[in-house]
């Protein structure tokens, strides 16, 4: 069969799966008697196996089926979670990581998993010995045929079935016997329940559903199934199937519904008797052993759970589809058509001064505005799918370090770009290393500096106007300014002379220079040479920004400022003699115009001032090399104020057009990159403009 | 064993040159090119081709030949390799013809003041009429441009 159409629906939902098993380990480790979390791991792990199953990866299959006898165990409390438990599922969720990975990358999803499948089964069979040894077998014999007389049914299932007699609905008791050579069981059975299924529900069967679907049976199952079908019709209806060889359906009262059950139970418990003598003595251990353990384990990651409930609430289910992001990129690319054409039909409009017209393209500028913010909307992912693999993270890398760490993490539901999200993973990664490597302080040095021996990193995530700040801050050791500058002096950053005029923030910014780490000692965290400056570059070249802010001894705070979007921008349209130009509105302070008088000479470079201050003046005509156009040949020049930063500078132009929202488009691959264009735009009338980044005129 | 090939014949002064059919995208007329600032010298500028920016280079400039006046003939033809789309402006062209790669004859040292190595080969089509094969990926190979860059500097 053709799996490739499913497999994609596979991987995302796979990856869904491992998350919310992930995240809701964590929240275990905090609260490990916490059966409704159990409970919700299980039905992840147990969905992630059938569908592992169904694609025939069985390396994934198996490996989540032995996760999922350890969760069963936990779940019905014969089994307490302890700290090596959680250890095992850990390294079990990795490798199913790794595996879902390997598949996303076109491979089979195989791996040797042969360690961690003993170690789980160690801990269904030996660890704990009583109620798991008997829970164990009493499975096996349920899924014995020889047992199939008797289903064990939950007090849940059990109601169900009393409520559903009362109500009238019938209750039958189903008995299928598939024919001893037919090749297909599995499917005949699947047949049977697809057949079971429109009719009425099927409450409880044994083998389990999942069981059958894998063949893990002999010849027959039976269930308990209500319906409003008359049982001798029903009967017929599964003979139809065909290869079934015997069907038995019993009609049920209340009466032999007990009955019924108190069979299922006495046999299961006959099979816990019988296994369970041997290994009486153990338990008793390491329920003392495993009590203190949770005791201590409370403390620490309780704190972070109770802090995060908002997430946990926000996981209630949304209608969504899944739609492939390259279909939005096909639905933005022609929405910035329509854009190109909207800003033509707005210049004809004013040309023609026709009343109606005006009015129709105004509409059509209403519409055509609350569009774009759909489309743009329908790019936009909360910021949680990156930040949902942190705390994860960053629970092993305390573990590594031996330090005490608690990840608050707020604003997890602010949106950014997909574009700017598939990126920004690597850069927050690298951030949030360093904050629990070389900020947060080791457990010794944080009591000694009279602080809590836990450490704190707070990431949070926040719109402001049309920027996403990312913050990552943490309550260590803080940044000292002489640690950096001796650093900065020993590998040749800065000189002697320029370390003293440095002010605060720009001996923070050394830190993103190429080849610069504080850090006495390398470790496999951090430290390996590449650091910061490559987050910083990466920043960069998303249009954000990163700003250190630092107090020595209490902690500190990088600050990462991101565009909301990057493909349509708000920018201010220039004339330069006959070319146009334009500047992304969100590097202007102000336009103005100087007279030429008001322009001063100082050591060769043109200023002007500004606002008290003298600024340069930079001739746009003279580094384009614009022939038709040259500011020192008129009296008035309009300059427009830019700013990187706090630094500000004047670009020297013609003429103003007006603000424009464009759309960004590249150069083609063929052209370098040109100092000082960042790209593309088409206009109104179908002619390209040049995109200006004016971060580069300043220095 | 050689095959038949579409090529797109276009001019460039006297000589007649060559393109296979599959790399050639579309034949424009003269657009309005934007220019763009401190890039190659034989670069004309971007243009907007139905929503892409592209840019173009003057294939005369290119091969340092002399750049001539645009006319109504001058087109602009968009050659897609390697991913890159770049728009060549050529003096004329229109013609397609089917040819033979076996006819494709290895060039001579320099043809019309082009390096061989820009030249796939010659391939004699009718009496006297020699067709000039372009090898668009040493055509449009950067690295090269950036050392002839540097030369001129």
Redesign the interface.
Same mark, same amino acid.
């Given at each position: 069969m053709d799996m490739n159409q499913y497999l994609s629906m596979f991987i995302d939902e796979s990856n869904d799966h491992l998350q919310s098993l992930n995240e809701n380990m964590l929240l275990l480790e905090g609260s490990p008697s916490d059966l409704s979390i159990v409970q919700v791991i299980f039905r992840s792990a147990h969905t992630l196996k059938g569908m592992a199953a169904t694609m025939g990866f069985e390396d994934l299959a198996a490996l989540t089926h032995q996760m999922e006898n350890v969760l069963d165990l936990v779940r019905n409390e014969k089994l307490a979670m302890q700290d090596f438990i959680f250890d095992t599922l850990f390294k079990g969720l990795d490798a199913l990581e790794s595996m879902v990975q390997d598949i996303t990358e076109g491979g089979e999803g195989k791996a040797d998993v042969s360690g961690i499948v003993a170690s789980l089964q160690a801990i269904v069979r030996g660890e704990d010995l009583s109620a798991a040894g008997a829970g164990a077998e009493a499975k096996t014999s349920a899924s014995d045929p020889s047992a199939n007389t008797a289903i064990q049914l939950d007090e849940f299932q059990y109601s169900v079935l009393n409520q559903s007699i009362a109500d009238g609905h019938r209750v039958l008791y189903v008995d299928v016997h598939i024919r001893e050579n037919c090749q297909l069981k599995a499917v005949r059975a699947y047949m049977v329940f697809d057949l079971l299924e429109r009719s009425g529900e099927v409450i409880k069967s044994s083998p389990s559903v999942q069981d059958i679907e894998q063949e893990k049976f002999e010849h027959s199952f039976s269930l308990y199934y209500i319906t409003q079908m008359d049982p001798a019709e029903l009967e017929q209806q599964i003979l139809n199937v065909s290869e079934i060889d015997k069907v038995t359906v019993m009609e049920l009262d209340q009466e032999s519904l007990q009955q019924m059950n108190e069979m299922g139970m006495a046999s299961q418990e006959a099979a816990a008797v019988a296994e369970a003598p041997s290994k009486e003595e153990a338990p008793e251990t390491t329920a003392t052993s495993a009590a203190p353990e949770q005791a201590v384990q409370k403390q620490a990651p309780q704190s972070s759970a109770a802090k995060t409930p908002a997430k946990s609430s926000g996981a209630t289910p949304s209608r969504t589809i899944r739609v492939d992001i390259e279909r939005l990129d096909v639905l933005m690319?022609l929405f910035?058509?329509l854009l190109?054409d909207r800003v033509r039909l707005e210049q004809l409009a004013s040309e023609v001064q026709n009343h109606a017209l005006t009015e129709t393209v105004e509409h059509m500028s209403r519409v055509s505005s609350d569009l774009q913010d759909i489309v743009m909307k329908l790019r936009m992912v909360p910021v949680d799918t990156v930040f949902n693999r942190f705390p994860r993270m960053i629970r092993d890398l305390a573990k590594s370090l031996d330090k005490k760490v608690d990840l608050i993490i707020t604003g997890a539901e602010t949106e950014l770009d997909r574009t700017v999200i598939d990126e920004i993973g690597d850069p927050l990664v690298h951030l949030l290393r360093n904050a629990v490597d070389h900020g947060i302080e080791p457990i010794a040095d944080r009591i000694s500096a009279g602080k809590s021996e836990t450490g704190t990193v707070n990431l949070r995530a926040f719109h402001s106007g049309n920027h996403v700040f990312i913050e990552i801050e943490e309550d260590g050791r803080g940044i000292y300014r002489e640690n950096i500058l001796k650093t900065a002096l020993k590998k040749g950053v800065v000189t002697q002379d320029q370390a003293a005029a440095m002010s605060d923030d720009e001996v923070n910014q050394l830190l993103f220079a190429p080849g610069f780490s504080t850090a006495e000692k390398i470790s496999d965290v951090s430290g390996r040479g590449v650091g910061l400056d490559v987050v910083k570059a990466k920043i960069t070249s998303l249009g954000g920004q990163v700003t250190i802010y630092s107090t020595p001894g209490k902690g500190t705070n990088f600050s990462v400022q991101l565009p909301l979007t990057l493909s349509i921008i708000a920018a201010m349209m220039v004339k330069m003699g006959s070319?146009k130009y334009a500047i992304p509105l969100s590097s202007i302070v102000e336009t103005a115009i100087v007279r030429k008088e008001q322009i001063r000479t100082v050591h060769g470079n043109k200023m002007v001032e500004f606002r008290g201050q003298h600024i340069p003046l930079i001739s746009l005509s003279r580094?384009?090399?614009?022939k038709d156009f040259n500011e020192n040949e008129e009296n008035e020049t309009e300059i427009i104020v830019i700013h990187k930063g706090e630094r500000l500078a004047a670009l020297a132009i013609d003429e103003f057009i007006g603000q424009n929202e464009i759309v960004l488009?590249?150069?083609?691959?063929?052209?370098?990159q040109?100092?000082?264009?960042s790209g593309?735009t088409?206009l109104g009338d179908?002619?390209?403009?040049?995109i200006l980044d004016p971060n580069v005129f300043i220095r | 064993m050689g095959e038949e090939i579409k090529v797109i014949v276009f001019k460039l002064g006297s000589e007649e040159y060559g393109i296979e059919v599959d790399k050639v995208q579309t034949i424009e007329r003269m657009l309005?090119i !934007?220019?763009?600032?401190? !890039?190659y010298t034989f670069?004309r500028?971007?243009?907007?081709l139905r929503?892409?920016?592209?840019?173009v280079?003057d294939l005369r400039g290119r091969f340092g030949l002399e750049e001539g006046e645009y006319t109504d003939q001058t087109r602009i033809i968009i050659v897609a390799v390697n991913?890159?789309?770049?728009g060549f402006i050529v003096d004329s062209a229109n013609d397609v013809i089917d040819l033979h790669t076996d006819r494709i004859e290895t060039p001579p040292e320099v043809v019309g003041g082009i390096k061989a190595k820009y030249l796939d080969g010659v391939a004699k089509i009718g009496d006297d009429r020699l067709l000039i094969m372009l090898n668009l990926a040493e055509v449009?190979n950067?690295s090269e441009i950036?050392q002839l860059e540097s030369l001129e500097e």
């Open positions: 690319n910035s058509e190109i070319e580094i384009f090399n614009i488009k590249g150069l083609g691959k063929y052209l370098p040109i100092k000082g264009i593309a088409i179908g002619q390209v403009a040049l | 309005p !934007t220019r763009v600032p401190k !890039t670069v500028g971007v243009i907007n929503g892409v920016v592209i840019p280079i991913d890159m789309e770049v449009l950067k950036i």
